[in-house]
């Protein structure tokens, strides 16, 4: 069966949307007029490493068995789809356009599957013992998530690596690690069997005779996604200096003993929510993988550019480790020194 997935997001979405194309289904992406019109005259473009081969291979969607096409958000027909996706970093969602384009999708029914490193408040409702009205401040525009129906929403951890060329348009994607999101169920059997198929037929896909990395792997538990809060913590919101920004790679490797402290300060957090061990990454597995990211995060990145909103999973952490008892100096640290920053940028822009 060939399923139709409206996509929130033309860049990081388009990975997932090719991933989707290669298994035959189709794909609608939204973006800004000017990016529609690019990918609708010239498709897409995303760039993956096969296993035990030296260069990318460029995978266009015009070559692909699903179809693909982009609207503007005004412009969106949900009757046409089967399920959305939401590819957009969180401050994304509190623009004029796409809030209303929220609200239509709120009372659809349609199952979301979240691939943003900030879970989507309604999927904080499904955590047992969490209150996650206390944790509206994480978020630049909570509003955009009334509406939805709890079960209806779930998360899928945005490991692949993915990002866009300087020298190429914006409807080419570059791979950089070929890893697989990882996703959490769904609350409704009805939605998980899609899910399933999805992932089962991304799963199937060969080129040549091989197996094409960046898979959607489906997982029974809620907490699947949260593994990577650690990681984010200890590596990508410490970029984030006082003044100025450094490696991720610095970040880890400048204090280990102290880094350690805080990934599994963390990791304590997301097992007290009801992850098992097995659930989460070790230590020594993700500090030897940071000692490769020798650039900043991306959260850094934006801040030192000058931008007034971010992603703020270490306050979302920070609120929740707040909320459950489980506060410590080193989280608190990392979230007082992001606020800090992005207030300094709010007043220079004001």
Not at 1 to 11: C, E, H, N, P, Q
Not at 135 to 161: R, Y
Not at 259 to 286: C, H, N, T, W
Not at 327 to 348: C, H, K, P, W, Y
Request: with cysteine.
């Amino acid at each position: 069966m060939t399923y139709r997935v409206l996509i929130l997001g033309a860049s990081y979405g388009s990975l997932l949307g090719t991933k989707l194309l290669m298994a035959g289904h189709d794909v609608t992406l939204v973006c800004r007029d000017k990016t529609a019109r690019l990918i609708n005259d010239e498709g897409t473009e995303v760039r993956i490493k096969l296993r035990d081969e030296d260069t990318h291979r460029a995978f266009k969607s015009g070559e692909l068995p699903g179809t693909l096409d982009a609207v503007a958000p005004d412009d969106v027909d949900l009757s046409r789809y089967d399920m959305v996706a939401l590819a957009m970093s969180e401050p994304q969602y509190g623009t004029e356009e796409i809030m209303a384009l929220m609200q239509r999708i709120a009372p659809s029914g349609l199952p979301c599957l979240s691939i943003m490193n900030m879970p989507p408040l309604p999927y904080l409702e499904r955590i047992e013992g969490l209150d996650a009205s206390l944790l509206k401040g994480s978020f630049n525009c909570p509003e955009a998530w009334s509406g939805f129906t709890p079960g209806n929403v779930t998360l899928c951890s945005p490991d692949p690596q993915a990002f866009r060329l300087p020298d190429t348009g914006a409807n080419v994607l570059h791979v950089g690690l070929p890893t697989n999101f990882k996703s959490a169920p769904f609350a409704s059997e009805a939605h998980n069997a899609i899910l399933n198929t999805l992932a089962d037929d991304i799963e199937a896909v060969r080129v040549d005779g091989k197996d094409v990395p960046v898979k959607l792997r489906v997982h029974d538990s809620l907490f699947v996604p949260f593994a990577k809060w650690s990681m984010l913590l200890t590596g990508n919101y410490r970029c984030v200096l006082p003044e100025g920004a450094q490696p991720i790679r610095d970040a880890v490797h400048g204090d280990v003993k102290r880094s350690q402290a805080i990934y599994e300060s963390v990791s304590a957090v997301v097992m007290r929510l009801g992850a098992d061990e097995a659930d989460l990454v070790p230590f020594i597995k993700y500090a030897k993988a940071a000692t490769g990211l020798q650039k900043p995060s991306s959260a850094a990145r934006a801040i030192e550019s000058g931008a007034c909103e971010i992603e703020r999973v270490d306050l979302l952490v920070a609120l929740i480790a707040d909320q459950l008892g489980m506060m410590t100096a080193e989280i608190g640290a990392v979230a007082d020194t992001v606020s800090t920053r992005l207030l300094q940028n709010q007043r220079a822009a004001a």
